[in-house]
C-alpha cells in the first residue's frame, strides 16, 4: 500500500516523496531528516506507539507540517479523533486517486479535509442538544482504548485485536478491562454487546 501511494504522489505534478517509514520512531527520524511539507501516515502503526500519539508527537514538534492520516478504518469511527489529535485530513485508502491527491494540496494549503459526510457529522454533533448518552461516555476512552473498544464493536476477538494492533493478548485484555471500568459496564458481555450497539450508531 505504501509504494502504491508513493507512485501516486511521485507521479502527480509538483509532488514527491522525500522520505517514508513503517514505525512512528521512524517516522519521527525521517521527518527531522528529511523535513518535508507534509506527513501523510496511517494511524493503524507497529510498536506501542499508536497513529494517534504519532499525530500528537508531530504537531509537538513539528506545529507547520500538516499530517494526512491515509487509512482503511472507517472515517466515521476515526475522522474525529484525528482531527483533535491534531490531523487536517482524514481519507481512507480506496478513495479515487483525485481525492486523494485533492486532500494532500487541501492540507497543504492550510485548509482542513474530510469527506462532505463527515463535515456534517461534527456540525450536526457540535449544535446538537441531545446526545446517546454511551456515545458521550466514550469521549473519556484513550485513543487506544476507543480503537479496542470499536474492534469489539465489530466483532474482532481478543486475539485478533491483538494482531491488528500490533500488540500482545496481555495488553488487550488490559485495555478491556480499562474499557469496562470507565464505561462502568458489569462484565464482557456486557462490552460486547454495548460496543455492538455503538459501532451500528456511529
Not at 496511517?42 to 491515509?70: E, Q, T
Not at 482503511?72 to 491534531?86: I, Q, V
Request: contains cysteine; proline residues 2%.
Amino acid at each position: 500500500m505504501r509504494f502504491g501511494l508513493k507512485q501516486l504522489i511521485n507521479n502527480s505534478p509538483g509532488f514527491f516523496v522525500c522520505g517514508e517509514a513503517e514505525n512512528a520512531h521512524d517516522a519521527l527520524e525521517t521527518i527531522k531528516v528529511s523535513a518535508p511539507d507534509a506527513v501523510i501516515i496511517d494511524i493503524s502503526l507497529k510498536a506501542s506507539c499508536g497513529g494517534f500519539d504519532l499525530i500528537k508527537r508531530i504537531n509537538n514538534l513539528y506545529p507547520d507540517i500538516p499530517v494526512l492520516v491515509f487509512s482503511m478504518l472507517d472515517e466515521s469511527l476515526y475522522a474525529e479523533r484525528s482531527l483533535k489529535a491534531g490531523a487536517k485530513g482524514y481519507i481512507m485508502k480506496h478513495a479515487p486517486l483525485e481525492k486523494i491527491t485533492e486532500a494532500i494540496h487541501r492540507v497543504l494549503r492550510g485548509e482542513i479535509y474530510v469527506t462532505e459526510k463527515i463535515r456534517e457529522k461534527i456540525l450536526n454533533k457540535s449544535t446538537s442538544i441531545q446526545h446517546y448518552n454511551l456515545s458521550s461516555s466514550t469521549e473519556i476512552l484513550s485513543d487506544r482504548e476507543m480503537e479496542v473498544f470499536q474492534l469489539i464493536g465489530q466483532g474482532f476477538g481478543t486475539k485478533r485485536i491483538a494482531e491488528t494492533l500490533f500488540l500482545s493478548v496481555r495488553t488487550i485484555d488490559a485495555y478491556r478491562s480499562r474499557i469496562r471500568n470507565k464505561l462502568k459496564l458489569k462484565d464482557g458481555e456486557t462490552l460486547l454487546r454495548e460496543a455492538i450497539q455503538w459501532v451500528h450508531m456511529v
